[in-house]
């Protein structure tokens, strides 16, 4: 697998064929706005969340009960932005009972969600989790964007793996670490 990018530079590289709402699996990264650090900090190669960097991952690790077509795989907080391996599936609407029917029946719910609602919900829901933790309505927490990769061979979903396991390990060489941006920053200028 080549060097991941940085991230948040990347904007919208979404491959303009592809139904992101098909059975799949994509990498996914989401950076918080201004690089700010809330999740927590990396101590000896390790992630510590903090309360909000809990949130992060309840509303991840929920995503499932909310979206029936979504399977997760691995997954990372990072002080100031999140990995993870998300596969859409070819879910079904839960059963609720014998003989229900929806309220209307011309207008069935949908079961099937696409990528960019998955992530829109989770990114507005850990949003507003976390304002209201700290007392910040309104306050964004995450850039407008996020980058995703189709994953396509099995050598790629293992290169990811690895990558998303071993991240807070290297942050101190992270393309996200503010500390890393600033050393870049001075050399550029000096």
Same mark, same amino acid.
């Given at each position: 697998?080549?060097?991941i990018?940085?991230?948040?530079?990347?904007?919208?590289?979404?491959?303009p064929?592809?139904?992101?709402s098909?059975?799949g699996?994509?990498?996914?990264?989401?950076?918080?706005?201004?690089?700010?650090?809330?999740?927590? /900090? =990396? @101590?000896? !190669?390790?992630?510590?969340l903090?309360?909000?960097?809990?949130?992060?991952?309840?509303q991840?690790? &929920?995503? #499932?009960?909310?979206?029936?077509?979504?399977?997760?795989d691995?997954?990372?907080?990072?002080?100031?932005?999140?990995?993870?391996?998300?596969?859409?599936?070819?879910?079904?609407?839960?059963?609720?009972?014998?003989?229900?029917?929806?309220?209307?029946?011309?207008?069935?719910?949908?079961?099937q969600?696409?990528?960019? /609602? =998955? @992530?829109? !919900?989770?990114?507005?829901?850990?949003?507003?989790?976390?304002?209201?933790l700290?007392?910040?309505? &309104?306050? #964004?927490?995450?850039?407008?964007?996020?980058?995703?990769?189709?994953?396509?061979?099995?050598?790629?979903?293992?290169?990811?793996?690895?990558?998303?396991?071993e991240?807070?390990?290297?942050?101190?060489?992270?393309?996200?670490?503010?500390?890393?941006?600033?050393?870049?920053?001075?050399?550029w200028?000096?």
């Amino acid at each position: 697998m080549t060097k991941i990018p940085n991230y948040s530079e990347l904007g919208s590289k979404r491959l303009p064929q592809h139904d992101y709402s098909q059975p799949g699996a994509y990498f996914v990264t989401i950076c918080t706005a201004e690089r700010q650090c809330f999740f927590g /900090e =990396i @101590i000896e !190669g390790q992630m510590k969340l903090n309360k909000s960097g809990l949130i992060v991952a309840q509303q991840w690790f &929920g995503l #499932p009960s909310h979206y029936v077509n979504v399977s997760l795989d691995e997954f990372v907080i990072m002080p100031n932005h999140v990995h993870g391996l998300i596969s859409l599936t070819e879910g079904s609407p839960p059963s609720v009972g014998a003989g229900f029917q929806p309220a209307d029946a011309s207008h069935p719910t949908k079961s099937q969600h696409g990528l960019p /609602e =998955i @992530i829109r !919900g989770f990114k507005t829901y850990s949003s507003l989790e976390i304002n209201r933790l700290r007392d910040t309505p &309104g306050n #964004p927490i995450w850039q407008r964007n996020y980058y995703e990769h189709v994953v396509r061979t099995e050598a790629d979903l293992n290169g990811i793996r690895k990558y998303i396991v071993e991240n807070p390990r290297k942050w101190a060489e992270d393309g996200e670490n503010p500390a890393v941006r600033e050393t870049v920053r001075a050399s550029w200028a000096g």
